[in-house]
């Protein structure tokens, strides 16, 4: 569900920046940028999360046997 959430944010401040354009600025640029930035590690932290939990919940998965 986080997943979902931050695709739909990160895609809301997107789209504002397309639509107010210059109005708002560098301050509001540099704001809007440092959103994405957290959105972006925010999503990369919990794919890890969810690779980490799928290891851990079936090991045999994660290393294949050699014969």
Not at 14 to 34: H, P
Not at 36 to 59: E, K, Q, W, Y
């Amino acid at each position: 569900m986080g997943l979902i959430a931050a695709t739909r944010r990160f895609l809301v401040v997107t789209a504002e920046f397309s639509v107010t354009g210059k109005d708002g600025g560098a301050e509001r640029f540099r704001d809007g940028m440092l959103e994405v930035a957290l959105l972006t590690l925010m999503t990369v932290a919990l794919v890890g999360s969810l690779l980490m939990l799928r290891r851990v919940r079936d090991p045999g998965k994660a290393v294949a046997p050699r014969s």
